[in-house]
């Protein structure tokens, strides 16, 4: 049984833990820096990420999170957590915690595609194609050399990883399929 925190300051924690708590995982709502020890792995969810950026800084769990993934804590970024670890989101918008080296477009689709679900085949992650589902999504631009790119729709990159650092445009704690979470858990914990 693996010990896996959920940022819980805003958006859609609630999800990924009943997701781990299924898979016969520990699932663990993290608010403050302390509880950032002694995880074997960590999610930011969807959300607001100018939001939870802010509530990083306020609840001070910015630096030692930053410090923990830069020595290897595994990291899971849905959606707004992917904006949160990108190391570029914009021109005029400060990144977050910097550390993963893509370039982020926010609110990407336009608005007939602002919120979409569409079943893809995702070969590294699973056998079987999964359910994606995207809100307002983000999608990577430009990723640097150490990044590996897991998925393409439509040449937009949409599930990315680089080292012990995982990305998904989209949110698989918002379906069913629980492929994603197991693929994280199999392939990026010690
Ligand atoms: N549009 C949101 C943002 O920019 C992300 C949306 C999501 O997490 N579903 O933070």
């Not at 804590?73 to 021109?91: D, F, Y």
Request: charged share 25%.
């Amino acid at each position: 049984m693996k010990k896996i925190g959920v940022l819980a300051l805003q958006g859609a924690f609630n999800e990924h833990i009943e997701i781990i708590k299924s898979l016969g995982h520990e699932g663990i709502e993290i608010r403050k820096p302390e509880q950032l020890n002694n995880l074997d792995g960590i999610i930011l969810p969807g959300g607001e990420s100018t939001a939870m950026g802010k509530l990083l800084d306020d609840f001070q769990i910015k630096e030692t999170l930053v410090n923990k993934i830069n020595n290897g804590l595994p990291v899971w970024g849905t959606c707004a957590g992917m904006i949160l670890l990108a190391k570029n989101i914009g021109e005029k918008e400060e990144a977050h915690l910097k550390v993963m080296d893509i370039n982020v477009k926010r609110n990407a689709y336009g608005s007939q595609l602002d919120s979409f679900v569409i079943e893809e085949n995702v070969p590294e992650i699973s056998e079987n194609p999964i359910p994606l589902v995207f809100i307002r999504a983000p999608y990577i631009e430009k990723v640097g050399n150490g990044v590996e790119i897991l998925k393409e729709i439509d040449g937009k990159i949409v599930a990315a990883k680089q080292n012990n650092m995982l990305v998904t445009s989209f949110h698989p704690e918002l379906t069913d399929d629980s492929a994603v979470h197991r693929y994280f858990v199999n392939n990026f914990f010690n």
